[in-house]
């Protein structure tokens, strides 16, 4: 088994495991579903050992069919199990969409069957996978009603919200980040806990210029800011940590303290997350902004593979740090 | 169906239910459809007209706690579990008395506690669905099975086949069929796939399979308690493919002008209340007087739900904001 000790510091991808681990052995309604995850531990390995330990009909290996098995995850959930889908890509969820937005998110709307399961989907570029190893696709989930979806950026936020949406009785979509799995630890508490769905978590507090992100690129801003330190311009980080249901009071208070304020994300920007954060601030804070909304996110490509251009496409320090002072300038 | 095998298979009173069911379904579908003709219905209208036997076959056939993922052609199962006449039609009004409060329409409804997915337009998204039911059945040892259907359009769509394979591969009990009403909407089978028979996409899964009359309730009900037995004993899934006609337009709008008159006719001698009616006959159970009391009785029925869905308010408007999410106390325990 991966994962270490609750004393130990763990990494990131060991935190999802764990909290896979103590929801299995907490709760016998919770089963795993995904391709290769059973005998192989999963291509990431978060779910080596739990084969042996949790049994066959609790960790299923699928054939490769991300709508069948997201839509039997479905018919589990109603049934009252808990089921955790892998997707072995973020990419790949792509294929269970329909299933996704169509029946996960509207039965309990339509005809109140609640949908208690949990989609995990390792995203994110910087790890050389090319358009279709490398997606953020959370925006096209972003736009339907009837998901929540959160996406931590380091192993006790990892542990917290994935146990947080086992426990969650709506459909939920957790976007863990593949280019932090095994570059960031930390030491979790011993003891049960999660983080709650819905609340953001200031990362770095700041006077003058509120950053909203989530996922990696938290580490990059939390970079960028101390190199603003030394230029005299004090960033807040502000990360999301859930996406649906936003936690507005957290960013509108952050935003009202610094009254400026910068998006990041690692989608595509046109219709991402930080266009609706950017409108909701203008809808809602406008009278206390000093200066326009920035957006730091990737062209409105697909993610490319050669080094190059991988870096070419996604935002870098250099582009918060420009970012940041060309807004401190208002 | 031959009479003996009926008389030695089916207990006269289950043969009288079902005959009941599709009286019953016919009844509340014509009066639906009557609605819809007097512009009391906005939205589709999807009818079994002539396909009721299949429904009612196989919800006879299941036990209460089993589950149903139904076609959008199976009124008789909502009846059979259950949802009242009245509740039906309120659905259809968009009346806060239907099993949605008017969130969707038609026969887009479901029921957990009833055993009833609710219907999705995207024909055959609810077989992985009800393989995952089943799956739930497996996981926990229960003697319960799943019962899933489609169209013969519905079974070119990938869903389909993800669902045959995987409830294959994990011999899950459930049993899944198609109504083969020979049009998905306007398009003939023969555009739909290059097989006569549906029943031969099961062989790809290694999964039996039989051809059904549909038209047949006594038929329906056999093989459907045939498959639900399998797949209860841990036998694995079966499909059925129900040979059928759809006498109506895809909806209600639709006058189905590309179905060729002859086909219809032909059909119409098949009709599952008329071979009902003779197998009753045949049997010497009943005589026409019990069709003309039943007929009157389904009549009142469909009356008193008619008057009460008229009744029922009409949600307001900020009720659309109710529902996106789901609270703890509501998932199934």
Not at chain 2, 80 to 85: D, E, L, V
Not at chain 2, 180 to 195: D, E, F, K, L, W
Request: with cysteine; aromatic share 10%; glycine share 10%.
């Amino acid at each position: 088994m991966t994962t270490g000790t609750a004393s130990q510091e763990v990494t990131y991808v060991e935190a999802i495991s764990q909290a896979l681990d103590e929801e299995m052995s907490r709760d016998k309604r919770v089963f795993l579903m995904g391709e290769d995850i059973g005998a192989y531990g999963g291509a990431f390995k978060v779910t080596e050992g739990f084969l042996t330990k949790f049994g066959e009909w609790r960790v299923l290996d699928t054939p490769l069919s991300e709508s069948g098995f997201v839509g039997a995850a479905i018919g589990a959930a109603m049934m009252g199990l808990r089921p955790v889908v892998e997707m072995q890509f973020a990419d790949f969820i792509s294929c269970a969409f329909d299933q996704i937005t169509e029946v996960a998110a509207k039965n309990h709307y339509r005809w109140g069957a609640a949908v208690p399961m949990v989609i995990r989907a390792p995203f994110g570029g910087g790890v050389h996978g090319g358009p279709f190893h490398s997606e953020c696709p959370e925006g096209w989930f972003f736009h339907s009603p009837g998901l929540k979806i959160v996406a931590p950026s380091t192993p006790y936020d990892a542990k917290g919200l994935l146990k947080a949406a086992i426990r969650d009785p709506n459909p939920v979509l957790y976007f863990e980040h593949k280019f932090l799995y095994r570059r960031i630890k930390a030491t979790l508490p011993q003891e049960d806990y999660i983080v709650p769905i819905g609340k953001a978590d200031v990362k770095r507090t700041g006077r003058d210029i509120t950053l909203i992100t989530y996922g990696a690129m938290v580490h990059l801003a939390l970079e960028a800011a101390e190199l603003l330190s030394q230029d005299g311009i004090d960033l807040e980080v502000v990360d999301l940590r859930t996406l649906i249901p936003l936690d507005k009071k957290t960013i509108y208070a952050s935003v009202r303290k610094t009254s400026k304020a910068i998006l990041l994300h690692e989608d595509n920007k046109t219709g991402g997350i930080g266009a609706e954060i950017s409108a909701l601030l203008v809808e809602d804070c406008f009278d206390c902004l000093d200066g326009p909304i920035l957006r730091i996110a990737p062209p409105d490509t697909p993610v490319p593979f050669s080094t190059p251009l991988e870096e070419f496409f996604l935002p870098k320090v250099s582009d918060i740090v420009a970012g940041a002072k060309k807004l401190g300038a208002y | 169906m031959d009479q003996a095998v009926v008389a030695k298979d089916i207990t006269r009173s289950d043969l009288l239910e079902m005959y009941y069911f599709l009286r019953l379904t016919r009844c509340v579908e014509d009066r639906i459809t009557a609605l819809y003709r007097q512009g009391r219905i906005v939205g589709g209208v999807y009818t079994s007209h002539g396909m009721e036997a299949i429904s009612v076959g196989y919800a006879s056939a299941l036990k209460p706690d089993d589950v149903i993922a139904p076609f959008h052609r199976d009124m008789g199962a909502f009846l059979i579990r259950g949802f009242s006449p009245g509740e039906i039609i309120a659905q259809y009004l968009g009346k806060k008395g239907g099993p949605t409060k008017g969130k969707d329409g038609n026969v887009h409804m479901g029921d957990l506690k009833r055993g009833m997915i609710g219907f999705v337009s995207h024909l055959a998204d609810n077989m992985p669905v009800a393989a995952g039911a089943a799956l739930a059945f497996r996981i926990r040892g229960e003697s319960r099975v799943a019962f899933a259907g489609t169209g013969d359009g519905g079974t070119s769509r990938g869903d389909f086949h993800e669902a045959m394979n995987f409830a294959a591969v994990r011999k899950l009990p459930v049993v899944f069929f198609c109504t083969n009403n020979q049009y998905a909407y306007s398009t003939p089978v023969r555009y739909q796939m290059a097989i006569t028979d549906v029943v031969e996409r099961a062989k790809a899964y290694g999964m039996p399979g039989e051809i059904v009359d549909g038209n047949d309730v006594a038929a329906v009900y056999l093989a459907s308690k045939g498959a639900i037995a399998k797949a209860r004993a841990g036998a694995g899934p079966t499909f059925l493919e129900f040979k059928t006609m759809r006498m109506h337009g895809h909806s209600e709008h639709d006058a189905a002008k590309y179905v060729p008159r002859e086909l219809l006719e032909a059909w119409k001698a098949k009709d599952p209340i008329l071979k009902a009616e003779q197998l009753l006959t045949q049997l010497g159970y009943v005589d026409e007087s019990y069709f003309h009391e039943i007929g009157e009785r389904v009549k009142k029925e469909v009356e008193a739900g008619t008057e009460s869905a008229e009744q029922s308010p009409l949600p307001e408007g900020p009720d659309t904001l109710v529902g996106v999410f789901a609270t703890e106390g509501e998932v199934q325990p």
